[in-house]
């Protein structure tokens, strides 16, 4: 299974904190990206970090890799009620397909 | 204007029936996508056609056929209805069929089989 695991599955924080999620997968990669999605809508594409970085910024985001433990995490700084949604990553090993993991609910309480 | 749009945005129909869900983009990309999302919000790709061509065909009942009439259009038949085809289905594009580029997604069409 490609299938991958986000850890955790719901994070609830308050304003202005910072919220961390984790994401697992099981083969070699060539780059791996974050979406997040509103509920009832599409998934927005956040960021991308290709397999030979180890992190990236964008904004109040910060992605980190690491390829030998086969995860990322997706760091959001001072959050705001606007970043509740679900967080997905997905990746890719063939160069084609995006694979994705389970997603992270966020809520974040005013 | 919308980038990717599908339609109709909710579906409900009963079990053995045949429908379509149709999908656009405006963006001018090459490549376009069908993806299936359970009630667990698990997302599984199901098609990929770039330039009309099929690219990705992953493990999905033969009951389930895409179409792309043109690069701006992928459309989704399903035949024979089950309960288990109950989901959000999200049709997405991508500039070229490489992994690094950005997908968008359009708004979802949720569909209900009864």
């Known amino acids: 299974s490609q299938q991958g695991e986000e850890d955790p599955q719901a994070l609830s924080i308050q304003e202005g904190e910072n919220a961390t999620m984790n994401c697992s997968y099981k083969t070699s990669i060539n780059n791996l990206q974050w979406y997040r999605q509103n509920s009832g809508r599409g998934l927005v594409h956040l960021i991308l970090?290709?397999?030979?970085?180890r992190e990236k910024h964008s904004g109040r985001l910060r992605v980190t890799l690491d390829t030998s433990k086969k995860s990322s995490s997706l760091l959001i700084t001072a959050s705001r009620a606007a970043d509740t949604a679900s967080y997905f990553c997905a990746w890719s090993n063939s160069g084609y397909a995006l694979n994705f993991g389970k997603g992270t609910s966020l809520l974040v309480t005013p | 204007d919308t980038a990717v749009s599908q339609t109709p945005k909710y579906l409900v129909t009963q079990m053995g029936n045949d429908k379509s869900i149709k999908c656009e983009q405006n963006?001018?990309?090459?490549?376009m996508y069908w993806y299936k999302q359970d009630s667990k919000k698990f997302l599984k790709i199901m098609f990929s056609y770039n330039n009309k061509e099929l690219i990705i065909n992953e493990t999905v009942p033969n009951r389930f056929s895409p179409k792309s009439p043109d690069k701006a259009h992928l459309n989704l038949h399903i035949n024979s209805l089950e309960l288990g085809d109950s989901a959000v289905y999200f049709c997405a594009s991508s500039s070229t069929s490489q992994s690094t580029d950005t997908q968008y997604f359009g708004p979802g069409t949720r569909l209900t089989v009864l």
């Open positions: 970090i290709r397999s030979n970085e």
């Open positions: 963006l001018g990309h090459d490549t």
